[in-house]
């Protein structure tokens, strides 16, 4: 096995191990997973139908057992030719048939993902088994990235840095092309520069269309003096960047400096406070200091970022509302915003690895303000 083996691949089995503990901990001899992302993170297998049965003692990887129905029987043997797998529709009743004949006795499920009848359809099932509702027991493992997912976050980034520089370099953001437009062209640029897709719809919004925070790219034209704001992110093997930089087109008025430096000094106080053992939401409050010094606290809409890898939102969330702390590996967003309705807004956004000491910045496009001739 060479060195940078857990770089080049997901080490899948080391995840499952992971995941006993947490199964030990809460107090179930085996999980039950249906949620789909979750099962990719744990196996590889990224069909659209699937469960998967997890136990908690160790020495059990041979009751490991994928289920998927017949259209990925052949997909299912080459990305998970380590475990066992099943064919069935009905996966997850499959998996708890299995588990009632293996005598499990209390068996966790994902009740925050699983609806009610399927709950009640596995209940029907009579086979005597304890289901224990758990919640988040995967999601709290994947917030914390191993060597490979932040390799993987890395050239997602990459690839959106790279993709801005290009729309840059060729003169793309100019007076007289559409919001549309140049969303599309950005979103080119990406897949040139290695992304298999988008991490979710890019958003292009000019002029007072900057002031909202959730813009939809229209067929709005770009104008002499205005904030062109962009959030955009590229998908690489499943994994997720996200970045917001917010330009200027032309000679930015004293309003748009003033403003822009605002945000990005909020942007810089979030960043130097994510360490380990910070609270997510002393992180928010660090930021949204800095806003609300300045007078603009109610202009700051939304909470300060998120986790960020095989989902574009995931945990933890950077909020006032936000629990938790911060551990090395978690990859978050930090993307302060003030927006007058209008007028026009700012909003500056890097995705970043929590490490001991200063983070890892993975977004490395420049954060001074860009005007663009
Ligand atoms: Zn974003
Ligand atoms: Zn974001």
Not at 38 to 61: C, H, K, M, P, Q
Not at 216 to 221: E, Y
Not at 255 to 276: H, M, N, S, T
Request: glycine residues 12%; aromatic residues 6%.
């Amino acid at each position: 096995m060479s060195a940078d083996h857990g770089v080049r691949r997901p080490d899948h089995a080391a995840r499952r191990a992971a995941l006993r503990n947490l199964l030990v901990e809460n107090g179930v001899d085996a999980l039950l997973v249906t949620d789909l992302v979750n099962i990719r993170y744990l196996t590889g297998f990224t069909g659209s139908n699937a469960a998967l049965l997890v136990y908690s003692w160790d020495g059990a990887e041979d009751r490991t057992v994928v289920c998927t129905d017949g259209r990925y029987a052949t997909q299912v043997g080459e990305q998970v030719p380590d475990l066992r797998a099943e064919i069935a529709r009905a996966c997850a009743r499959r998996i708890i048939e299995l588990a009632g004949e293996w005598q499990t006795g209390r068996v966790g499920f994902e009740s925050h993902v699983m609806t009610v009848d399927q709950y009640h359809s596995l209940v029907d099932q009579g086979t005597g088994l304890e289901l224990v509702s758990t919640r988040g027991l995967v999601e709290q493992l994947r917030t914390v990235k191993d060597d490979y997912e932040v390799d993987r976050l890395r050239a997602a980034c990459a690839a959106a840095d790279a993709a801005l520089a290009s729309l840059l370099d060729r003169g793309a953001i100019r007076p007289g092309r559409t919001e549309r437009q140049v969303a599309r062209e950005l979103e080119w640029l990406m897949s040139e520069h290695g992304a298999a897709g988008v991490a979710f719809e890019t958003i292009v919004a000019a002029g007072p269309n900057s002031a909202v925070p959730h813009h939809r790219p229209t067929d709005a034209v770009l104008a002499a003096g205005d904030f062109v704001k962009f959030d955009f992110g590229a998908l690489v093997d499943g994994y997720h960047s996200d970045m917001t930089r917010t330009l200027v087109l032309g000679e930015p008025d004293d309003w748009q400096r003033e403003i822009y430096d605002l945000v990005r000094g909020a942007q810089r106080a979030g960043r130097e406070a994510l360490k380990p053992g910070a609270g997510c939401a002393e992180v928010d409050v660090a930021a949204r200091g800095v806003i609300e010094a300045a007078g603009h606290g109610d202009r700051f809409v939304h909470g300060l970022g998120h986790g960020v890898g095989l989902q574009i939102h995931e945990a933890p969330g950077i909020a006032k509302t936000g629990t938790g702390t911060l551990l090395p590996g978690m990859t978050v967003t930090v993307e302060p915003g003030v927006y007058f309705p209008g007028r026009g807004g700012v909003r500056i956004e890097d995705t970043l690895v929590v490490r001991e000491g200063d983070p890892e910045l993975l977004t490395l496009t420049t954060k001074d303000l860009i005007v663009v001739d």
